[in-house]
């Protein structure tokens, strides 16, 4: 996320109980969007909607998932840790902590490993 992000941008996109309810089963683990749609209880359009709005503001990433059989999918990972609002000489400032994606990734999984790396070069 760049530097000057808006913490009011960020404040409405975590009021909403979907955003915050994929950022949170996505804290655990990379899901797709259908799983998504099973845990969070919501449509597969709301998903993507809420994603795409996590994603502008860098609080979630994409990543592609290459499956056993030659198949691949997009997964999505939580990239916040936490969100913190200070209120000093009648000014808001925000600030935002990232999770180290590289030990959200699971350890057996190839493509995943080398999807960060090439992503990190």
Known sequence: MS?????????DLLS????????????????????????????LPTVYRRIERLKEHELIEEQTKVDPDG???????ATLSSFSIEL?????????????????????DTADRLTYMWENL
């Open 88 to 108: 000093a000489d009648g000014e808001y400032v925000g600030e935002i902590e990232r999770t180290d994606r590289a030990s959200m990734l699971d350890a057996d």
């Open 3 to 11: 530097e000057d992000w808006d913490p009011d941008e960020v404040l």
């Open 71 to 77: 198949g691949h999918h997009k997964v999505y990972s």
């Open 16 to 43: 909403d109980e979907y955003a915050r309810s994929i950022l949170a089963e996505t804290s655990v683990e990379p899901m797709s969007a259908k799983t998504l749609r099973d845990r969070c209880d919501a449509s």
